[in-house]
């Protein structure tokens, strides 16, 4: 079983949407996971039932039971993030602002305070629309965390894989190069890195790869929308070349990509004109360089 991750430097650059297309093409054979748990889109392409949910709980955050408060203010004497203000005469937590350290806990005198573990969004277990089954979590607005609900997520995708004996996972990573992409790549065979020819695009190629290179997996690059700025999709492949990154393929500028996404489907099977087949073709290419 391998896992292939696919993750951009920036958002915007259709990572999803190749990822979709990689699902829709791999059919029963892989397993699904979508790691992008900070702003799931996936579901969208997919069409997954949700038929197994679970609550993901992770951090804590203070709770002053008012009987028991003395109104002593030790607990905001204590409180470093300015937590705990006091409101019609009550000290109150602040929930934006409370970051479950459980110090204001120690230094109460009547043991009014604890630390309540926080449900910050839920993970799933799906059948997908091509019957694959798709790990895939929602955080909750604000919620911190996403590296360890994007850890439960590969998971759970790697317990079904080898329990199925699944040939490959399919990973959909966050954007960027923050906590859930670090955890995105954990573990990952091969990487998929999808930029566009801007200048932007350039930048955080550059900074994600140097992510990659930390943990020592091969990659291989998709430039999206190449026939934009052609000075630019030079210089991503001069870059590719100099980094020993495979060149998977280039992806023109169509408007089918954006039609195909309005209608709930990937570009693969909206219809069969060239990026379409351009798109399968690079998915080949990746499941003979991982394999």
């Not at 699904?32 to 038929?51: E, N, Q, S, T």
């Not at 995708?157 to 954007?175: C, L, T, W």
Request: charged share 25%; proline share 3%; net charge neutral.
């Amino acid at each position: 079983m391998k896992e292939i991750v696919i993750i951009s430097g920036k958002g915007g650059t259709g990572k999803t949407s190749i990822t979709a297309s990689y699902a829709y093409l791999g059919g029963k054979n892989i397993v699904v996971a979508d790691c992008d748990v900070d702003a799931a889109d996936m579901h969208l392409l997919m069409k997954p039932d949700f038929k197994i949910s679970e609550d993901f709980y992770s951090g804590e955050l203070a709770k002053i039971d008012q009987d028991k408060c003395i109104s002593c203010g030790k607990c905001a004497d204590v409180c470093r993030f300015d937590a705990i203000p006091i409101i019609n005469n009550q000290y109150i937590v602040d929930p934006l602002n409370c970051e479950g350290c459980g110090y204001c806990a120690r230094v109460c005198p009547t043991d009014a305070i604890t630390n309540e573990s926080l449900n910050v969004g839920k993970s799933y277990i799906s059948t997908t629309k091509v019957g694959s089954t798709m790990a895939h979590a929602k955080l909750g607005i604000g919620a911190d965390n996403s590296g360890k609900l994007v850890a439960k997520v590969k998971n759970e995708a790697k317990k079904i894989a080898e329990e199925n004996k699944k040939d490959f996972i399919v990973v959909d990573g966050s954007p960027g190069i923050g906590c859930p992409v670090v955890s995105s790549l954990s573990g990952a065979n091969f990487v998929v890195l999808v930029t566009e020819p801007s200048v932007s695009g350039l930048h955080d190629l550059k900074r994600v790869y140097e992510l990659v290179k930390k943990f020592k997996i091969k990659a291989g690059c998709i430039i999206n929308k190449f026939d934009i700025n052609k000075k630019v999709t030079k210089e991503i492949k001069e870059f590719l070349d100099k980094e020993n990154i495979v060149h998977l393929i280039n992806l023109p500028y169509d408007e089918n990509f954006t039609k195909a996404m309005t209608i709930g489907q990937t570009i693969v099977e909206y219809d069969q004109n060239e990026l379409s087949k351009l798109v399968a073709s690079s998915w080949e290419k990746v499941k003979e360089l991982v394999s």
